[in-house]
């Protein structure tokens, strides 16, 4: 064989034909289609887990205010004398926590804060994905 008639065999057939193109498009989306839902939903599952310990860090820095203070934070306070000093404490030690933003759970709303009453202990509280009290699954409230 001569080297022209090689490389004109190659050549026609070097690329790949628009089926061949489409067939592993189709598998591609397949698999995407498998796939994204699974992680979609660890997505979900790993902002849950992550709430769940933003409030056992917020419980703690309500504990050292505590410490500090001798009070917990009022209603009315809620959880940003964590950040900020109150009016009128002057043992206020803080901030107890780095950022202002740990006050915000991981679906971009406030944490809830229910001071502790005579029988209770204080709550801290997110509402999950949907922002509403209740539900099941990603939509479930967190409490502390």
Not at 101 to 129: K, M, V
């Amino acid at each position: 064989m001569t080297r022209a008639v090689y490389r004109h065999r190659w050549g026609r057939r070097a690329g790949a034909t628009i089926l061949e193109v489409l067939i592993v498009l189709s598998i591609i989306a397949m698999i995407a289609a498998v796939v994204g839902p699974r992680l979609i939903g660890y997505l979900g599952q790993a902002k849950t887990e992550t709430a769940a310990l933003q409030i056992d860090q917020l419980r703690n820095a309500v504990q050292l205010f505590y410490i500090d203070a001798g009070r917990y934070p009022s209603g009315a306070e809620g959880l940003s004398v964590l950040f900020e000093a109150p009016a009128g404490l002057s043992r206020w030690n803080g901030p107890y926590l780095e950022t202002a933003e740990a006050l915000i759970d991981p679906w971009g709303r406030d944490y809830l804060y229910e001071a502790p009453s005579d029988a209770g202990d204080f709550q801290i509280t997110s509402l999950g994905r949907d922002g509403v009290a209740g539900g099941t699954g990603e939509d479930a409230d967190l409490p502390n």
